[in-house]
């Protein structure tokens, strides 16, 4: 049995001030004006993207990949490189109860977008020391990340530099 709940006057007269919702279901409520040129890649342009973040406590991880499969779609030579805490972006043993299961819709949507990133040509790397400074494995990295030496992460970036990449760097904390 339903109980209606009671609203006092001014609850009322709150809701009553502006009628909601203003627009319905595919409703426009930004334009769709794209104000720089779709840049394409030339020959040999590569991307990299640094990643510091984990998925579901900022969008910083998310934002990543999907910026990185954006520009894998453009023609780069696309590749992420996960280190720190965001190593564990790359853990195929994500999930709850059991691994690859979702507690809750989109809980593995990093894993989904790196599947497809990786499918679709891109190179995935993450740090050994950031997998072992948070206690995960190896070998419970997704197929085809490949894991990287603590001191590589400062010579990816000079290598991708010196192609000069678009090197796109992410961080939270």
Known sequence: MAVEP???DAEIASLMEIPHPTKEMGDAIYGQTKVFPDYQAEPGETYLGMVHGIVHESSVSF????????????????SLYFFGIGSLNCLQTRG???????LFPGMRNENAQLERFIADGGKVFACRLGLALHGAREEDLMEGVIPCHPLDMQDAMIEYSRKGAIINTTWMF
């Open 6 to 8: 009671k609203l006092s």
């Open 63 to 78: 934002v990543a990949v999907l910026l990185a499969i954006r520009a894998l779609k453009k023609g780069f030579d696309s």
């Open 96 to 102: 709850f109860p059991t691994v690859g299961n979702e």
